[in-house]
């Protein structure tokens, strides 16, 4: 009896001199239990921390910190037990305060022993890690975000590069034939143009809808220069008219626009007309019908105005017409499908051109109309040259070295740039290229960036470490980490397939000057 009496006085004069040093303490909540776990003591910190007065709290056991589960999970003794077994455990979990919120906190829980090792109660001292834990989960969440964004642009570039792959030898031999077209019957002269216009058509719809981030954080470029706006709607029905024909519908026309210079991009524009005619031709049921005009007003602007008489769009879901993956109405999308960007894309565009674009419907089965407003250019304006698509040739024939792996590209590139006057070797392999460029002098490299046996890369830093060339990357990756990366390499310029022949022409120029 007196040995117990003993006990709890060295327990009480423990605890006072626990009190004094640690009761200012607000950071962390400092508190001693006795040996069957109820609060004996309770500094300022515990009190801040848990929400409980010491009168409140004392004598009461330390398992009304627990959580219900973990209550029933028996983790308050087992807490006790295992500090007694190891003489001190950490531990981090959910707790409750007196208002019955949550937090995150961090303890340490150590076992207090007299001098004949008996345990005589036990020090806890806890943290509140709510903040840090949070802190913590949305880093990970951050890196998560940048991992799955990074996979995604590399699919998404892997995949661009597949589909832009095809469309340069189609563009390479559209452009041979039309430099050929005398050679043709004139009526092919329309078809050879329908096809370069659609190939680089589709090839700004691929850069587009693959290349989502570039759309999302405003990185599209626009080439400007001034267009027939008129023409350029022009051609984006005459893009579409296979589409209207199969439907058998009725289009007038009437194109009226007096201030039809533009300045802007004029495929991006063409695009803009082509997607907002698609729609339309898409919406509406065989047999139907599609009013398409341009014209102006006396502010000099530019209106272009498509209405259909299709299925129409319900008043209350105009709004999200112009919202990414967002169908006018749930049964759109089974019924005709599509992931709703084209318009999204549409809208991107026309806002780049600092133009305006509206959508108007009286509801479902009354058709819709857009109308697209662009600043048009003053009288007396520069015209778009009629020549500009039909580059010149260099003025020097150059030796070229053409590394490609892709047999069409190869072919039909040799045999445009042949035609334009220069001397062209061509390799498959970056073991072929090494023996070309060891067996005769070159003035540049035009070099795919991947190769069966190596990469592009590689080709072009050797070959400027032992000749004097110039090398141009052909590639079907563009983004501004595969500009830095070739330029890195030893690239002096970065062509995005399909190539654009016009600027792959400039850059042959500016090597044999």
């Known amino acids: 009896m007196s040995e117990d009496r003993s006990n709890k006085s060295a327990l009480h004069r423990t605890a006072e001199q626990f009190h004094i040093l640690v009761d200012s303490v607000e950071e962390y909540a400092i508190y001693m239990l006795d040996a069957t776990g109820n609060v004996v003591t309770w500094n300022t910190g515990a009190q801040k921390i848990k929400g409980y007065m010491a009168e409140e709290i004392t004598g009461k056991n330390f398992a009304c910190f627990y959580t219900a589960d973990d209550v029933a999970a028996h983790k308050p003794q087992r807490n006790l037990r295992e500090a007694a077994r190891k003489g001190h455990i950490r531990d981090q979990g959910p707790r409750v305060r007196k208002d019955g919120s949550i937090f995150q906190a961090e303890i340490v829980l150590t076992a207090l022993r007299d001098d004949a090792g008996n345990i005589r109660g036990y020090s806890k001292v806890t943290r509140d890690v709510t903040d840090q834990i949070r802190s913590s989960e949305l880093e990970a969440e951050k890196i998560a975000a940048e991992k799955a964004n990074k996979a995604k642009d590399d699919f998404l570039a892997a995949l661009s590069h597949e589909l832009r792959t095809p469309l340069t030898p189609a563009l390479a031999a559209a452009r041979y034939l039309e430099n050929n077209a005398s050679k043709f019957p004139s009526e092919f002269a329309e078809d050879l143009k329908i096809i370069k216009r659609n190939v680089q058509l589709q090839a700004r719809l691929i850069d587009d809808l693959l290349d989502l981030t570039r759309i999302t954080r405003g990185k599209l470029q626009l080439h400007l220069e001034p267009v027939d706006a008129n ?276 850059v042959l120029d500016q090597v044999g000057a």
């Open 231 to 506: 023409a350029l709607v022009r051609d984006a029905i005459d893009i579409a008219h296979s589409a209207i024909a199969a439907k058998n519908l009725k289009v007038s026309t009437q194109l009226n626009a007096k201030a039809h210079q533009i300045l802007a991009d004029s495929i991006r524009l063409q695009q803009v007309f082509w997607n907002l005619i698609n729609n339309a031709v898409k919406f509406t049921s065989p047999g139907g019908q599609i009013e398409i005009s341009t014209f102006s007003d006396d502010g000099c602007q530019f209106h272009f105005e498509i209405t259909d008489n299709g299925i129409g769009i319900e008043r209350d879901r105009l709004p999200s017409l112009f919202t990414p993956f967002e169908q006018a109405d749930p049964s759109v999308s089974r019924q005709f499908g599509g992931l709703g960007l084209g318009l999204v894309i549409t809208k991107r565009l026309v806002d780049l051109h600092n133009g305006t674009i509206q959508a108007d419907s009286r509801g479902r089965s009354f058709g819709a109309t857009f109308k697209v407003t662009l600043n048009a250019l003053p009288e007396g304006a520069q015209k778009p040259s009629t020549d500009s698509a039909v580059p010149k040739n260099t003025a020097k024939p150059l030796r070229i070295l053409l590394v490609e792996d892709h047999r069409d590209t190869r072919h039909a590139l040799s045999r445009l740039l042949t035609h334009f006057g220069h001397q062209v070797s061509a390799a498959d392999t970056m073991q072929s290229a090494f023996k070309l460029l060891a067996s005769r002098k070159f003035d540049v490299i035009l070099c795919d960036i991947g190769l069966p046996d190596g990469s592009g890369y590689a080709v072009v830093s050797q070959a400027k470490q032992e000749w004097p060339i110039k090398a141009v990357a052909i590639t079907g990756f563009g983004t501004d980490q595969d500009v830095r990366r070739c330029k890195a390499a030893g690239f002096d310029f970065h062509l995005v397939k399909p190539i654009d022949f016009h600027e792959l022409e400039q």
